[in-house]
């Protein structure tokens, strides 16, 4: 199967030989890995109601 290294776009087979997968090469997996550290990448989350979040560890579920 073909794929793309998703650092510089060059296509490259998908094989167990790559020890780098999906990355064609060790520069291109540690161009990605210094830009996650940078945190250019981001995950996308939505705002969490205050109503939600966990106040000092009692849950309701857990009433004596």
């Known amino acids: 199967m073909q ?3 998703p650092t510089c776009k060059k ?4 094989d167990e030989a790559n020890p ?3 990355f ?4 291109c997996q540690l161009i990605d890995l210094g830009a996650w550290a940078n945190e250019e ?3 996308p989350a939505e705002n969490a109601d205050p109503s ?3 106040q000092g560890g009692h849950r309701p ?4």
Not at 11 to 14: H, N, V
Not at 61 to 64: A, K, L, R, W
């Open 3 to 5: 794929v793309q290294c």
């Open 11 to 14: 296509s490259l087979e998908w």
């Open 20 to 22: 780098y997968r999906p």
């Open 24 to 27: 064609c090469c060790k520069r």
């Open 41 to 43: 990448y981001r995950v």
């Open 52 to 54: 939600d979040l966990d």
């Open 61 to 64: 579920d857990n009433e004596d």
